[in-house]
């Protein structure tokens, strides 16, 4: 069994929240989904420390599609372009 805390005094979007595992233990993003299992697939590659600087679009037919993004890992140090075939997941 898993638990949502709410907590907050005025308005829901102040709210913090946070999630508890079922051993009671508060949980980030990180460990509950950033499995070992998970960072073995050999089409994920979860880079740390970076920016994104730029969301790539391209335009398919009559739909603009995310295709990629650019990303830099100091504030002035160099660009890098990353592109996908199927999904780009910001976080």
């Known amino acids: 069994m898993s ?4 907590i907050g ?3 829901v979007e102040e709210a913090l929240v946070t999630y508890v ?3 009671r233990t508060r949980v980030s993003a ?3 989904y950033l499995t070992d299992d998970v ?3 050999p089409n994920l590659k979860v880079i740390l420390k970076a920016q994104v600087t730029k969301i ?3 335009k398919v ?3 603009l599609r995310t295709t990629g993004v650019e990303f830099a890992q100091q504030k002035d140090g160099p660009r890098f ?3 996908c075939k199927r999904e780009v997941i910001l976080a």
């Open 3 to 6: 638990y949502f805390y709410i």
């Open 61 to 63: 037919g009559d739909e």
């Open 21 to 23: 595992d079922q051993n």
């Open 9 to 11: 005094k005025r308005l």
């Open 30 to 32: 990180e460990t509950a």
């Open 81 to 83: 372009q990353i592109r």
């Open 39 to 41: 960072l073995a697939r």
């Open 56 to 58: 790539i679009t391209e």
